[in-house]
């Protein structure tokens, strides 16, 4: 029988873990996390005895339940090398410094300005081979504006991060609630992380196929105009070829992918088919003319704008529902109280929704 989670945790471990459910929870961990003393190395322990460790596998083989930077603003030539972590975390400065969401909560360590932060997701994005791509992709370029927004390590793949449990860390205590996508969304501009190289590492976090799909279409981004004149027949039939030759080399050289053998033959010729039409059809064509880029351009800004007024009225009319709630139950609809109650942060409030609460006790 498997033990409680926080078996192994008595003292100032128990009470970060009390004071942390959305990361002490065991639906939320893998069944048997990679833990270590030092970051050199790790080994496989269960759940119990992985959080007692300075350093704990943060999300399940299976889902992403979390998305950890890691922050190491104490090299000299770092953008915010003279930004403390430590006044982030305690003045809650966040969104304001930096144009980001407060982290769940921040490991520092103790004697540099050095982190790994959280964002822990209100829903878990599946992972494993049969989840569904779009959600991890979103996920995925969202990820990557954060990290360019915080300067986070971008080679990062928090196979291992700072377990805030540990009191070989000190702890910041970030909102309580965890976030879903969109809100997350709200604070980058997706189109800049295509701009990055950052999109063509393929780090393998989320399974063979995904792997083999994201590496196969690079190649063929690359190599589609090369071979357009030998026709769609022969094409289909190099990238085939190619997505065996990528599944043959073995996935031992990705840390999250080793010892899991081969993807199937039918599996790498329905990706291959899969790339190749698609690269043919969309891929490599001539640009379009100077007014119809234009048209396209503006269609897009229309539909940005009409996104962000849509987004904008479902959060007032969050805000006008919580406002008549806490005053039905005879409570002071504070900023403080309604942010709580939405489950958004203070500042967000203070920046984008003052108008409502002129007046009222902060």
């Known amino acids: 029988m498997a033990q409680p989670l926080l078996a192994h945790l008595v003292g100032i471990p128990l009470e970060r873990a009390n004071s942390l459910p959305l990361f002490a929870n065991a639906d939320r961990l893998a069944r048997k996390p990679r833990c270590s003393e030092t970051k050199d190395h790790s080994i496989i322990r269960s759940a119990a005895r992985a959080i007692t460790h300075p350093y704990i ?11 950890i930077f890691d922050l190491d603003w104490h090299q000299t030539r770092h953008r ?13 400065a966040w969104e304001n410094e930096l144009g980001v969401p407060a982290p769940n909560w921040a490991a520092l360590s103790p004697d540099k300005n050095s982190a790994h932060i959280c964002y822990e997701l209100k829903t878990p994005v599946g992972r494993h081979e049969r989840a569904r791509i779009k959600p991890q992709q979103y996920l995925a370029a969202i990820e990557s ?3 360019i927004k915080l300067g986070a390590d971008e080679g990062y793949t928090a196979q291992l991060c700072k377990n805030p449990l540990n009191v070989k860390w000190d702890l910041y205590r970030g909102p309580e609630t965890s976030r879903d996508m969109d809100e997350l969304a709200e604070y980058v501009e997706l189109t800049t992380a295509q701009r990055h190289g950052y999109n063509r590492t393929v780090r393998g976090e989320v399974g063979r ?5 994201d590496s196969l279409r690079y190649w063929a981004y690359d190599n589609i105009n090369a071979h357009r004149v030998d026709g769609m027949e022969a094409w289909e039939k190099l990238v085939s070829m190619q997505a065996q030759r990528i599944n043959a080399a073995s996935y031992d ?24 039409r698609w690269t043919w059809a969309n891929y490599g064509k001539p640009k379009l003319t100077q007014a119809f880029s234009e048209l396209q351009a503006w269609r897009g800004a229309q539909g940005a704008q009409a996104s962000a007024a849509s987004k904008r009225l479902g959060r007032e009319k969050q805000i006008l529902q919580a406002i008549s709630q806490l005053t039905a139950q005879g409570q002071l609809a504070s900023m403080g109280r309604v942010a709580a109650t939405i489950g958004c942060s203070k500042s967000t409030l203070s920046m984008h929704y003052a108008e409502f609460f002129k007046g009222t006790p902060q």
Not at 57 to 67: E, K
Not at 265 to 271: F, Q, Y
């Open 253 to 276: 050289h990705m840390p999250f992918l080793a010892g899991r053998g081969l993807l199937p033959t039918s599996e790498c010729r329905a990706i291959g088919k899969s790339v190749a």
């Open 209 to 213: 196929n995904i792997f083999l799909f």
């Open 57 to 67: 596998q943060p999300n399940s083989p299976v889902s992403y339940a979390r998305l």
């Open 145 to 147: 504006a954060l990290a």
């Open 80 to 92: 915010f090398h003279k930004l403390p972590l430590r006044y982030l975390a305690s003045t809650h």
